[in-house]
């Protein structure tokens, strides 16, 4: 065979092939390889469980204690609300007062004064409201 031939310029089987991924991982002082494969996510798996299960009651320690203090916090702002005048003032309005229909009034009036029971009840509800 003819070993003068240049070398040629396809990609070698061998080598991994160049993708966008890890073009765009490579750092000026070197090259980062991303390399993954299901062995590879179960190692780091594993290792993340490991980590995890060694420092399990910490990390929920942490956890809890951060929410407590989030809720003893708010609970504090709530507790003790800054009041302004204008808040005073707002709050302050008159309510309205309540309006009775005249017909609904004189036919309860009619009733009253045509019923016994219906007086005891008007009486009753007067002195005794429970």
């Known amino acids: 065979m003819n070993e003068d031939k240049a070398p040629s310029t396809a990609p070698d ?9 890890a073009t765009a991982l490579k750092s000026g002082s070197g090259n980062i390889s991303l390399n993954l494969n299901a062995e590879s996510l179960k190692r780091a798996g594993r290792g993340a469980l490991h980590f995890l299960g060694r420092y399990a009651f910490l990390i929920v320690f942490i956890t809890l204690t951060c929410v407590y203090a989030f809720l ?7 507790s003790n609300p800054t ?12 309510l309205p007062s309540l309006q009775i229909d005249e017909g609904a009034a004189n036919k309860l009036q009619l009733l009253k004064d045509n019923s016994v ?14």
């Open 13 to 21: 089987a061998s080598a991994p092939a160049s993708t966008p991924a």
């Open 117 to 130: 029971n219906v007086q005891t009840l008007f009486e009753e509800g007067r002195t005794n409201p429970f």
């Open 83 to 94: 009041v302004t005048d204008t808040d005073v003032e707002a709050s302050d309005t008159p």
């Open 72 to 78: 003893i916090l708010r609970i504090n702002t709530y």
